[in-house]
């Protein structure tokens, strides 16, 4: 691992970074933002993109048994009837006499309201589930609902995919996609809002092997983490207690990071039986069982999920990689993030705008497209550049100075980490760049 010289971010640190380097926006800030919605900036966007990119390789590209769709965001609403959505997804809300604020039951740790103090109502179920309407019309008969999770879609499509895939159990079916719900407190940044992404897999096997993938599922999850950057101490798995499994569940776990305020929900892992299946196939009449031609049976298959937000992996990839350290008597901000996480992998530095610098800069600029997420910057002093760059995590920076036009030919490329610099040859600088890279991911495992 990288040494990190802070343990403990504060949440206003990473909230104030993600503001000034284009990571995250306050969305609709010019008409005084929406609460908890936020817009992902240039850089932020990017991050993002490698972090469900990371879990696709990792969940579908690099495996034989899973393969993945794209499902509507709309469905038909008899999906979330026997789903159990609409009766069971809900959480305890209690309103404040005084102020008149609302808040989760489950999550105060008094009997009066955190803000006031005053006296609180009973407490009532509330669905978390948006409900919109179909066409023109606005009556019971058009009402729809914005999926409060992407699992569903997996559950009624089944039988499609593995008709098409031919596929044998043990095998999966995953989605990257938008959820919503219509959470009573949001808070905490991006950790919970009421529109959100998830990346889930429902991993289909037969009854009798469901512990084993289970503990099977929460280890590679656990790992996927650790292996992509995040510290093995800010990681742990906590059981679901019977009172808080969900209805569907017949065990649940959570992987959690040590996020600033304390233990977050990362990703979900949970053994949902084969209550989805049986569901959907008692509501629709659609035979969702499998038949097993080695055995010459027939059966609804146990599903393992690992349900992961994306995020809140963002986020805790965002918190884990922040560190400050003092240089030369000034606090540097450094982002230590894993290569494969990082917004940008390469910046093209010329050391100034001097016209003798600009064209081999940007020659090297653009040989290096496509091959890197790369960016080119020439603008204020080369140190405050160097600066930039620390922030937004970029792992290595490529320096064009004079000695490169009218000596030797050769760059210099600067490790984030550690701020050593190597010179090297244009000639193996691909070479030379994926050399550097390689180290910096060999210091995380």
Known sequence: MPNYNTNNTKLESLVSLAKRRGFIFQSSEIYGGLASTWDYGPIGVELKRNVKEQWWKSFVTNREDIVGIDASILMHPSVWEASGHLNNFSDPLVECKKCKKRFREDMIESNSCPECNGELGESRQFNLMFKTFMGPIENESSIVYMRPETAQAM???????????????????????????????PGNFT?????????????FCAPQNDEKWYKYWIEFSLNWFISRGIRKDKLRIRKHTNNEIPHYSKGSSDIEFKFPWGWGELETISNRTDYD????????GKDLTYFDQINNERFFPYVIEPAMGADRSTLAFLSDAYDEENHKKEKRTVLRFHPEIAPITVAVLPLSRNEK???????IYESLLGKFNVEYDDSQSIGRRYRRQDEIGTPLCITIDFETIEKDNSITIRNRDNMEQIRISTDNLLKGINDQLESIKNSYI
């Open 191 to 203: 950790y919970r809002t009421r529109e959100f992404e998830q990346m889930e897999m429902e991993y």
């Open 357 to 363: 610098l600009i064209p081999m800069s940007k020659k």
């Open 155 to 185: 559950f009624v499509n089944f039988d499609n995919v593995q008709t098409t895939t031919r596929k044998k159990i043990p095998f999966g079916i995953a989605q990257i996609g938008k959820s919503f719900r219509n959470e009573i407190t």
């Open 277 to 284: 299946l049986k569901a959907h196939s008692k509501k629709s």
